[in-house]
């Protein structure tokens, strides 16, 4: 009697046991569930907030006023094509890169530009979609190029003459050759310089870009000298050399030109400042020409 007792408690613990087990894997696996929710639901609102604040981040952008009409206006892609550009890498870059229009990191690889002026980075099409309708940094708002280059004689050497002392109003032919000439000087000193700022501001270069860069930078320093030796050609009224020395310093840039494309360099970084040199020097010719004639 006692044994067919002990038996049948034995069978009724093994059966509440068994229940008790149900209820426990079932709750684990309604916990389970609950906690796979949150997790979901926690990393869906985290993305909508994320999409939504770079929706409004890039439609401030796209509708904020600047002060600056001239701000609105879509930049010249001949400018664009001077700004520098670099590849990512964390193994030059010390610090985390942000591209301030999609407000993502720099990803290993990745093609950024580089604003000389205020040197804010930002992806190339980021920017460049940028530039599609303004001309300042998305950032920062500095122009990307406040100083309007002069291009010809009228802009350059006139404004010259006009602001100096009355005496030189009388400037004749030769001093306007020398104003012609320093303006193109000083313009190559400043590409000389914009260059070598470049290569040391600018991480990641594309190697060939590099080379290319250097090369411009010599180019530049030689153009100067010849234009130092085409002032005293100037000066001794030695008009034929004028032109040897200023055809010489055009040639710089032309072989600065060449060198991009010969290096098979994607970027094109310095051909309006190229351009902007020869025209300059073009100028010097013209009044030297002059010169020769009378
Ligand atoms: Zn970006
Ligand atoms: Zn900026």
């Known amino acids: 009697m006692e044994n067919t007792d002990g038996i049948s408690n034995q069978v ?13 894997l079932c709750s ?58 670099f590849v990512y890498s964390s ?65 350059t050497v006139v404004p010259v003459i006009e602001e100096a002392d009355p005496e030189s109003e009388q400037a004749n032919l030769q001093q306007l050759g020398m104003i012609a000439l320093r303006l193109a000087s000083g313009n190559a000193t400043d590409t000389a310089l914009y260059i070598k700022r470049m290569l040391n501001d600018t991480s990641g270069l594309d190697p060939s870009t590099e080379q290319a860069l250097t090369d411009c930078a010599q180019h530049y320093v030689d153009a100067n000298q010849q234009l130092d030796d085409s002032v005293a050609a100037l000066l001794a009224n030695a008009q034929h050399d004028v032109n040897a020395w200023v055809g010489a310093a055009i040639a710089d840039a032309e072989s600065c030109e060449d060198g991009f494309k010969e290096s098979g360099s994607q970027d094109f970084l310095l051909t309006a400042r190229n351009a902007i040199f020869k025209q300059l020097c073009n100028n010097a010719l013209a009044i030297n020409k002059l010169l020769t004639a009378n």
């Open 91 to 155: 193994k030059t870059q010390d610090s985390v890169l942000q591209c301030a229009v999609c407000l993502s990191e720099f990803q290993e690889g990745e093609k950024g530009r580089l604003l000389p002026k205020c040197s804010h980075t930002f992806h190339v099409c980021c920017l460049d979609i940028w530039f599609h309708a303004h001309s300042n940094c998305p950032l920062c708002r500095a122009p990307v190029q406040s100083d309007k280059v002069p291009e010809t004689i009228a802009e």
């Open 12 to 24: 009724s613990n093994n059966t509440a046991y068994a229940r008790n087990g149900k209820i426990m």
């Open 28 to 85: 684990g696996i309604i916990l389970f569930t609950i906690v796979v929710f949150i997790v979901c639901f926690h990393s869906y609102a985290r993305w909508i907030f994320k999409h939504r604040q770079r929706r409004r981040h890039l439609l401030s952008l796209s509708v904020t006023p600047t002060a600056a009409g001239a701000a609105d206006k879509a930049l010249d892609p001949s400018i664009l094509g001077t700004l520098p550009t």
